[in-house]
């Protein structure tokens, strides 16, 4: 679950690392938002898997776990492995780990303006889990928003994979891997940065599942080209086999 963003034309790489499933790409145009496409595990909404493809399609609109809209904003959440919950509970309105993602994708031009609008509702995580949101727009501005003892930290970084990097206690509570992860996509991005789809693709795969022998598998891979409003998808480390589409465009 790796996320970082380059100069040369903005890039977002995402690795959605989990057991087997079945995920759905959903393109969306809505009426009073921007167009997007994004990326659902089905697996996490069974209860609509038996219905027909139009409302499971409909379904899957609120439950994305990452994508890109056609200002250039990409999203996604990372789980962090933390016994620790979020639940906000002030005055907000509520919102949820996916439904807020949804709403990023419709509604948000850029970063700044993603962080604000998270910062207005209570979060909810979904399922209970712990987990932190990359964030980056295609001026080149990458964030990770966490939530630590249920208050919201912003922290401007280039990687992002399953640990905190918000200061203080929380900082670096994770898997050992997912700090090897961020030290790989690190050293890379000072040393030999990706300057396309080729070169982003590449280090997605130098920290997939396959490398660390594990009994879970990189389900998909993306390439979000933020500049062209094209996402790339691979599936199951297969890296040979793209994927294309283009935000807007019928799938």
Not at 29 to 34: F, H, L, R, T
Not at 60 to 75: I, Q, S, T
Not at 185 to 202: H, I
């Amino acid at each position: 679950k790796s996320m970082f963003s380059v100069d040369f034309e903005a890039m977002f790489g995402r690795n959605f690392d989990w057991q087997k499933c079945n995920a759905m790409i959903v393109s969306a145009k809505p009426d009073n938002g921007y167009a997007s496409i994004s990326t659902v595990n089905m697996d996490f909404i069974p209860s609509v898997n038996r219905l027909p493809d139009n409302i499971k399609t409909l379904a899957a609109l609120y439950a994305p776990l990452d994508g890109m809209n056609e200002k250039g904003l990409c999203v996604s959440v990372n789980m962090i492995q933390d016994s620790d919950g979020i639940e906000q509970n002030s005055e907000r309105d509520d919102i949820t780990t996916t439904t807020a993602i949804r709403m990023l994708l419709d509604k948000a031009a850029d970063t700044d303006e993603a962080v604000r609008l998270l910062g207005g509702y209570d979060m909810h995580a979904s399922k209970g889990m712990m987990v932190h949101f990359a964030i980056a727009d295609n001026k080149g501005k990458s964030v990770v928003v966490e939530y630590i003892d249920n208050e919201m930290s912003v922290v401007e970084t280039p990687v992002v994979t399953n640990f905190y990097l918000t200061e203080g206690e929380k900082y670096g509570v994770g898997t050992g891997q997912s700090r090897e992860r961020y030290e790989i996509l690190t050293e890379l991005l000072a040393n030999n940065p990706p300057k396309d789809t080729e070169d982003m693709r590449n280090a997605l795969d130098s920290v997939s599942k396959d490398n660390f022998n594990e009994f879970e598998s990189t389900e998909w891979s993306i390439v979000f080209n933020q500049s062209r409003g094209e996402a790339v998808y691979y599936h199951r480390e297969d890296y040979t086999k793209e994927y294309s589409f283009r935000v807007g465009e019928q799938l």
